[in-house]
């Protein structure tokens, strides 16, 4: 057990150093907190909402799933160290364990539970996606008329009929939706 | 003690009090973490308690000379488990302050006293009947012989206890699917995709989206 | 193994007096590093963009990280309003402790002899040393998820939510791809897979030649990701969210993030020496052996090329980078601890160097074999997989349509 008296030391002296050090800082930084100080940073906006509560449970699975990778491989380890030991018989019982691991692993992937944000698609545009969901934090927003048109901008002053007329040939995203 | 620890002391005794000195800690640090965990209204703040009840533990488990496991026991619980614990508590919103006063099962307290009494019952039973539950370490002889603690535990896991070892990939699958399936909300496999599934989504690409101009 | 000299007679003031000067300088030659890594940093990233980086403070402007450290100390430390407290003030610390524990598993190089006591150039080495690894980038997780949920503010929460999934994500794969370097040494002791490494010719000998270099690429950028790097630093990703998980800290707390930043570098340097590099293995000149020495040179290598990668690559995306963790790098690591496992198998219990090479090497062929079924089976769940995503984003879509309409 004595082996591990220099990390305790060690240990104790980053404490003793990070407690010395904040100590310092507290007798030589100035005190003048304010109540914009203390509010929470948004570039200088003053916030009207306080954090989000929940969060997508796509970060939950990756910590759970992390948890079965994390318990594979610490299996692996003592496995890793008496390998040459065990040798062909280490070989195959691994790869039983590995496998079947393995199989899990693409069933995760082929459930689309590991992907996150807008799909890569072979081929084709992609469909714009309308709505955040829980696939997709997403959000992404048809090209504006302007810019597919190759049209000018309209000024920012100008009234909503001022807009000219768009090109004969109407990019098909930029249609009006039919009745659903 | 620091001035045995100073003093040119004989190996055997400074191994007796170190050992006692580790187990000290840990004792003291498994039953703050604990009790902070009960105590303690802040979810997070206990989640952290909890933190401490197992490098607590790990630290037991090195007074045992299984050094081993103590790294496991911080990697895994404490790497992996208690993040787990966070990201929930976190994530899902129940970082508040918890309201105790309302008893979400009936009959829940005074049924944890009584399992908390027959637990310690069945300790302290246990710690009069046999030796290897009252932590004496290496009654059983477990580390004689050559080879380090990995390699003693990979020979047991691979050998002597392989088919509980295979077994527990089984488990890890289940977990995988289990999380999936809890979490994930329907979720259509390509081979299992009806036609109606290939129909919307030809039909999703052909739609077109509203403008957001002000044209109409 | 795991048994320093030093330790054979006990206890007594000398052996605690070596031991202290010991903790000492691993302690300052971590502290040192940094304020040297952030100079070094900053000057090989202005001479990449062509600028000429700091040059005021002290000669050639070397002391100026110093000069900023200093700066923080006199800042004021405020604790936000919303802030939890305790936890706010504890989350730097529990950040700072592991890393910096971290660097004592590090083998600098051979023994040393004061006062007739001998002493591993090493602080400590458990016979599990490189789990050491595995523990510290799992405890930094904390610093992250902590701080950015004390700061009782949106942009710290989003950052510390990202880089613990991120951090998670890859630990699986540094994990991997160190048990290929254990598999291939036989131990955990960080001290045996530096000397598993050494022979004439040392480089051959390297763990990076022994695995067949792969797995170095895997374990090089799962580490960048594990300590948010560039191009993996979404983190701190200043247009979305203007700071990250430290967002919130001031003075010195915010210093400690920093110092925890850079002393993980160099430790993970470190680390990469030992496991991938032969650590202080090299040449001897003169006929003395200068361990210390390559151990150094190898390291300021490896830093270079942090150094350089983040200033060559551009950020990557969130998707991206989830992407590239779990399904590529997860089972390529996972496939290739396989392959080389195979290829081992044979070499112990293989021929006497007798017939062709092919025939020795059945099993670790066999291992490649099936490495090619189980990527083919990955890449059509990924198929799968991005199909299935299709269909329900398809859905999820007009459904919203319906509602709105």
Known sequence: MVQYLPILLLIVLVALFAGGSAAGSRALGPKRPTAAKQGPYESGIAPRFGPAARFPVRFYLVAMIFIIFDIEVIFLYPWAVMYHQLSTFGLAEMAAFAVVVFIAFAYLVSNGALDWGPRQRRGGRAPVQLARSTTSSVRRVPRPVELVNGVAPRPLDSPPGARPAPAEAPNPYDQPVKSA | MLAALLADSSGQALAHASA??????????????????????????????????????????????????????????????????????????????????????????????????VALVEILALSRIDHWSAGTPSQSGALSGPGSNVQKLGQAIYTGYLLPFEMTAALLVIAVVAAVVLSRRHQPSASEMSE??????????????????DQS | MGSDPLFANGLNLAVWLILLGKVLVIFLIVLLSVLFMVMYERKA????????????????????????????????????????????????????VPIMVAFSIVPIGGRITIAHHTTELQLADPQWGILFLLMTSGLAVYGVILAGWASGSKYPLLGSVRASAQMVSYEAVLGLTTATVVLVTGSLSTSTIVAAQSGHWSFVHWNLIHTAVIPFILFSIAITAEMTRAPFDLV???????????????????????????????????????????????????????????????????????????????????????????????????????????????????????????????????????????????????????????????RESRLSLERES
């Not at chain 2, 109606?196 to 101009?213: I, N, V, Y």
């Not at chain 3, 044979?346 to 090497?361: E, F, I, K, M, V």
């Open chain 3, 236 to 394: 701190e990703a200043e247009e979305e969210l203007s700071g990250g998980y430290n967002l919130e800290y001031s003075s010195i707390d915010f210093a400690w993030f920093y110092l925890a930043e850079y002393a993980a570098l160099v430790t993970n340097s470190a680390i990469i020496v030992t496991l991938w590099f032969g650590g202080p293995n090299g040449p001897t000149i003169d006929g003395h052996s200068v361990g210390p020495l390559w151990f150094t040179v190898k390291v300021l290598v490896v830093l270079y090329i942090f150094v350089w990668i983040r200033a060559t690559l551009p950020r990557f995306r969130y998707d991206q980078l989830m992407d590239l963790g779990w399904k590529r790098l997860i089972p390529a690591s996972l496939i290739m601890l396989m392959v080389v496992a195979g290829f081992q198998a044979t070499s112990t219990s293989g021929g006497n160097g007798a017939g062709h090479w092919l025939a020795q090497r059945e099993w670790g062929l066999a291992a490649v074999g099936g490495a090619f079924v189980l990527g083919a089976l990955l890449w059509r769940a990924i198929d799968v997989g991005r199909q299935a995503s299709e269909v329900e984003e398809a």
């Open chain 3, 45 to 96: 990233v202005a001479y990449l963009g062509v600028r000429y980086g700091p040059n005021r403070a002290g000669p050639k402007g070397w002391l100026q990280s110093l000069a900023d450290g200093t700066k923080l100390l006199f800042k004021e430390a405020f604790t936000p309003r919303n802030a939890d407290k305790a936890v706010y003030k504890a989350a730097p610390y529990l950040m700072l």
């Open chain 2, 196 to 213: 109606l599934d290939q129909e919307e989504l030809l039909s999703a690409r052909r739609f077109t989206p509203p403008d957001q101009g």
């Open chain 2, 20 to 117: 006692w000195a580790v187990f000290a800690v840990g004792a003291a640090m498994i039953l703050t973490g604990a009790l902070g965990v009960v105590l303690l209204r802040n979810p997070v703040h206990c989640a952290l308690m909890l933190v401490i009840t197992l490098f607590g533990i790990a630290l037991e488990f090195i007074d045992q000379s299984a050094d081993f496991l103590a790294a496991v026991q911080i990697i895994v619980y404490a790497g992996a488990v208690v993040i787990l614990f966070l990201f929930v508590i976190m994530f899902l919103g129940v970082d508040r302050k918890e309201a105790i006063s309302a008893e979400p099962t009936r009959f829940q307290r005074p049924l944890a006293v009584l399992l908390g009494v």
